[in-house]
């Protein structure tokens, strides 16, 4: 089994920075994606930014240029910067890694979810 866990949600006011960190923990061969989705109520949990193994990365276009992703593959953790915060970026945002086992192939998980409030 693995676990994500998330760190560095709460409220920031509009303009501000907050950084996330995601660290996964259990046995397992290696880690393909790492990424980051957030969600409000009444909406679809959409994807923020994605990092693969190699250092690729994919956002949303809603955060380019204000978020950047970055992982230590050493560590099994992603981080996600957020600079220039809006109010609609206030979510939960949900950690997400798509690990690889040497025999029974990958399997995706979530983490439990950070509040993140941007205020105006």
């Known amino acids: 089994q693995v676990q994500l866990v998330e760190s560095g949600g709460g409220l920031v006011q509009a303009g501000g920075s907050l950084r996330l960190s995601c660290a996964a923990s259990?046995?397992?061969?290696?880690?393909?994606?790492m990424g980051w989705y957030r969600q409000v109520p009444g909406k679809q949990r959409e994807l923020v930014a994605m990092a693969g193994r190699g250092g690729d990365t994919n956002y949303a276009d809603s955060v380019k240029g204000r978020f950047t992703i970055s992982r230590d593959n050493a560590k099994s953790t992603v981080y996600l910067q957020m600079n220039s915060l809006k109010p609609e970026d206030t979510a939960v945002y949900y950690c997400?890694?798509?690990?690889?086992?040497?025999?029974?192939?990958?399997?995706?998980?979530w983490g439990q979810g950070t509040q993140v409030t941007v205020s105006s």
């Open positions: 997400s890694a798509q690990v690889r086992y040497l025999v029974s192939g990958t399997q995706d998980y």
């Open positions: 259990g046995r397992f061969f290696s880690i393909n994606a």
